[in-house]
Structure formats: C-alpha cells, structure tokens
C-alpha cells in the first residue's frame, strides 16, 4: 500500500528560526513528490521534484528529494508568522491520475 | 477564471439524508479529484477522475457516488449520509499532463451530519 508519511505532526517556532519538514514515502517508482502549503482554506501549491529536479527553492522556502532514501526536506528560512499554515506532502504513484497524502505538519511560527 | 469552485461552502445534514456536492473547473482541465480531510489525517482521495464520463475509486470511496458528465463538472453524491462522514471536502482538478502532477483546489465544503 503506498504510503506518506511527515514529521514531526506539529512544531512551534519563533519569528527569525529556520525549521525543516520532513517526508518519507513508500511509493514504489513514483512520478513525483509535491509539497503544498495549507492555509484557512485551500492547499496552495510549493514545489513538485522529480527525478530530473531533485531540488528547488524559491525564496525563503526550498525542498529537496532523496531518492536513495526515500524521502524529501522543506525548509524555510527567517520563518514568519504568514508561515503558519499547516504543510502537505504527496506522492504521484505510478498509476495515473492520483496523489497520495502525508497527514501533514502543522506549523505555528510565534511573533 | 474563477479556478476551481464547489458548491455549497457549508451544510448541515441529517442522518439518511441525501446530497450533492458541485465541483466545476474553467481551466479546461483533464483530471478532477475529491478529497476528504480530517483532522490528523491529511487529505484522502475519495473518487477521482481521467476525463470526461470516466471515474475511478480512491483511497476512501465507501458511501459516496461520483459522475463526470460535463469535463467542467465533477459531481459527489451522498446517498444516505453518516455522522462519519462529517469532515470537510476539497474538489481539485489537473492537466493530467506527467500524472497527477499540480493540482487546484477548491475552497471546500464543510459538511455536518447530525
């Protein structure tokens, strides 16, 4: 069964800190792994890694992909209170047209 | 382009009662999802969609129906609701292109049976 696994479940950090999401997953031959970023209402997408995009970053957010083991990091640096938000991550499996879900991280970044 | 959009944005059902949830997309998009989420439990593909008059079972398909006959429309129905599914749903929708690859989603639906 594919799975999605994040950590930690929640953390609270203060203005100015850098954290870092974890994502491991059991997806065998995945297309892509995809962060999101939750907010009140609708996942907004972040990034998405592929093989051939093992790292990508944009602004005070990056992520990287360990293919060797199985999992991905997203780190934001100099966190701010709009980072609060709770963080997502999926798996594209190889069969077409689905993502599968982590239960995500919540994050609260503290003024 | 509105994006993605659902229809109603709250409900309150009682159990046994019936209803439809609407998705619609104007992005011309190939594949529509609904999902779930729950408390500590991320989001769980309910019912998903290839194209327009195709559908497919997810993780969670269990008391609810889907149909596509619009490729604008991705429809979830609730044939006799349950205090489990109390939750709130999130329609999404993608090009297709490279597998599920970056989906919109919609602002939700949060549905109450009582």
């Known amino acids: 069964e594919d799975k999605v696994v994040q950590s930690p479940l929640s953390l609270v950090v203060h203005e100015g800190d850098t954290v870092t999401l974890n994502c491991s997953y059991e997806v065998t031959n995945f297309r892509s792994l995809l962060w999101y970023k939750q907010e009140k209402k609708a996942p907004t997408f972040l990034f998405m890694l592929t093989s051939s995009g093992i790292e990508k970053k944009s602004g005070r957010l990056s992520s990287i992909l360990d293919k060797k083991e199985l999992s991905s990091i997203l780190n934001i640096t100099a966190t701010q209170t709009g980072d609060s938000a709770i963080y997502l991550c999926?798996?594209?499996?190889?069969?077409?047209?689905?993502?599968?879900f982590g239960a995500g991280t919540i994050l609260r970044v503290k003024s | 382009n509105a994006g993605v959009t659902q229809t109603p944005k709250f409900r309150v059902l009682k159990t046994g009662q019936s209803m439809t949830l609407l998705c619609a997309q104007d992005m011309n998009h190939e594949y529509m999802y609904w999902y779930r989420q729950d408390p500590g439990m991320g989001l769980r593909l309910i019912h998903y969609s290839v194209g327009e008059g195709t559908t497919a079972k997810g993780e969670v398909p269990d008391g609810y129906n889907v149909s596509r006959l619009k490729k604008q429309n991705f429809l979830l129905g609730l044939e006799s609701a349950a205090p489990s599914q109390t939750s709130v749903y999130f329609c999404?929708?993608?090009?297709?292109?490279?597998?599920?690859?970056?989906?919109?989603f919609g602002p939700g639906t949060r549905l109450t049976v009582t």
């Open positions: 999404a929708s993608s090009t297709g292109r490279g597998g599920a690859g970056e989906q919109y």
């Open positions: 999926a798996v594209s499996p190889p069969q077409k047209g689905k993502l599968v």
